[in-house]
């Protein structure tokens, strides 16, 4: 069977989680098995709901009351255990499109298990296309991409103190 490749959406633009769920979508619409991992979102973007009820596995969760830098150590390490337990949830599901969004920040904050991170893109099933999204991607990211896509802010409302809106940003 064709080893199926990584899709990388990257940069500090709008967009690489809507072309993730986008694909995941896709995905879906072709008879593909879909499992969408959130790491470091609390389990509430809008997206999440019509992509399970479309048949796809989603882990998301157990994280997004604070950001990481306001964690004490006592928190980073249980969001970093949350996020593990998500991405081995999502690994034992049989898939053919993995979506891993917000894999670059988990990876470079230290909130997941940069080894099993790894070995979810590189030791992948054949056939398994994996999405990482995220600002910042590790060299390795980069190295396994096949696609990478860079999503560049020219301008954001956030410059003028408009609030990420539901539906919209999240």
């Known amino acids: 069977m064709e080893r199926g490749m990584v899709h990388l959406y990257c940069g500090d633009g709008k967009g690489k989680t809507t072309a993730a769920m ?7 619409g072709a008879g593909m098995r879909v499992a969408v991992v959130q790491f470091l979102k609390d389990g509430h973007s ?7 009820k479309l048949g796809a596995a989603v882990f998301s969760g157990g994280c997004g009351s604070k950001f990481v830098f306001q964690m004490d150590q006592q928190e980073k390490e249980e ?30 904050l230290g909130m997941v298990d940069q080894e099993l991170l790894r070995g979810a893109v590189q030791n992948r099933p054949a056939g398994c ?23 560049r802010a020219v301008r954001h409302p956030f410059e003028k103190g408009v609030a990420a809106r539901r539906g919209v940003e999240f």
């Open 22 to 28: 986008g694909l995941a979508l896709r995905a879906l």
């Open 79 to 108: 969001t970093r255990r949350q996020q593990d337990a998500l991405l081995r949830r999502a690994l034992a599901e049989p898939c053919d499109l993995l979506v891993l969004d917000e894999a670059c920040a988990a990876c470079s």
């Open 46 to 52: 809008s997206e999440l709901a019509p992509l399970e």
């Open 129 to 151: 296309e994996v999405v990482l999204t995220g600002r910042d991607p590790a060299e390795w990211m980069q190295n396994a991409a096949d696609y990478i896509t860079e999503m």
